[in-house]
Structures are given as C-alpha cells and as structure tokens.
C-alpha cells in the first residue's frame, strides 16, 4: 500500500455524545477522529493545563539562515490556514478523496512524528521532474502527462502543505516548485504553524 492509500474515515464527536473536556479544541469541538489504515486515532489537545512544550519545538531562536520566519503569504493564490482549517481539510477534502495533506520535512522528521492523516512528501521531491521524483505517483495527486511531455494539472487535488513552524522552508519552498510546475495556487493551501505550534497547542501527534 502506498503512502497514498490511506484509508481515512472523520468523525467529528460533540460535546454531549462524549466524556466532558476541560480543553477542547473549539467550544464545540472537543475532538476528531481519524481512521487510517483501518486504526483510530483521536485528535485532540492534552488535557494536563500544568504540560509545558519540551524537546526541539520549545527552541525561541535558531540560526537564520536557513531558519528564518516565514512570511503569512506564501505565494500569490495560495491561502495560509490555522488549525481547525487543517481540521476541516482532514474531515472534508482528505475524507472524500479530494484532497492530500502533506508533511514536506524529510523523512526522518516525520517519523518523530506528524499529523494524524498526514502523509509524507518530502520538499525536496518537488525540486525539478514530477513523474521522476514522485516514481509514478501523480495519479494519486491527480496530475496527468499530455504527450508532449507536459503536466496536465486539471483533476489535480487539494494540497495542504506543513513543516516544522514558521520558521521552516520546507513547505514554502515545495509550495513555490510546486507553482513553478503549474500546480495552480488555488488548490494549494500552506498551514504556516507546522509542527511548533500544533505540538504548542497540544494536539496529538502520530508518530507513524
């Protein structure tokens, strides 16, 4: 089965079909569950009030370059989400099979772990050849080659891409390749926050 065959089912529980949350997500979202892979997993933030960001993701300051902030507006056409938009996307564009949310850090970031119903792309695959370095895959992104070698974007599906933070180049940098191959920007999405500030706000994390 390949990265893009994840099997994702979204439920979204409220407050009265559920045990009571001191910390929800939204007042009235307390939670959504992803199935991938036929296992549930549970989105949610820690309920410990007294937990504190440790490790890597509680750094302030990292040398810049390359960690440098990133600007709100990736590119012209690409609009910039927050959390609950990348909750929505799970629930609605990745449920239907419209839509990828995609990890762009390398591989090894990504098995530290990730956003539940992520997959794994890595910025770098979007660096030059499409149908070289996605080894056939673009079907599942619903890119197609017309015969003169070109890149047929109009069934292409919604991308919503994340890294470490804002600080990260990773998804702004695939994000802008992307748009040099003609992806078209408005089916391109960009969660700025990344990793630092989905773990900041206690979401769970799924390490794969």
């Known amino acids: 089965m390949t990265r893009f065959f ?40 820690i309920q410990d009030q ?34 609950l938009e990348v909750l929505a996307f799970l629930e ?7 839509g990828i949310l995609i990890d762009a850090r390398t591989p090894k970031w990504f098995v530290d772990g990730t956003i539940p119903g992520s997959v794994n792309i890595p910025y770098t695959d979007f660096e030059s050849d499409l149908e070289i370095e996605l080894e056939g895959t673009l079907e599942d992104i619903g890119v197609t080659i017309n015969d003169d070698g070109s890149y047929d974007f109009s069934t292409a599906k919604d991308l919503l891409l994340f890294c470490n933070g804002p600080w990260c180049g990773q998804s702004p940098r695939a994000i802008r390749n ?21 773990r900041l706000l ?6 794969p």
Do not use: H
Not at 178 to 198: D, I, V
């Open 50 to 83: 007294d937990n504190e960001l440790t490790g890597a993701f509680a750094k302030t300051s990292r040398a810049c370059p390359p960690f440098c902030v990133q600007s709100m507006d990736v590119a012209p056409g690409v609009k910039t989400v927050g959390e």
């Open 178 to 198: 992307l748009l040099e191959l003609g992806y078209p920007a408005e089916k391109l999405f960009y969660y700025r926050g990344g990793m630092q500030l989905w």
């Open 92 to 98: 609605n564009e990745v449920a239907s099979g419209e």
């Open 6 to 45: 994840l099997t994702l089912l979204i439920a979204v529980g409220f407050a009265g079909q559920m045990q009571a949350q001191d910390v929800a997500i939204a007042p009235a979202l307390p939670s959504v569950d992803v199935v991938v892979d036929g296992e549930t997993v549970t989105i949610e933030r």
């Open 202 to 207: 206690g979401l769970t994390v799924l390490v």
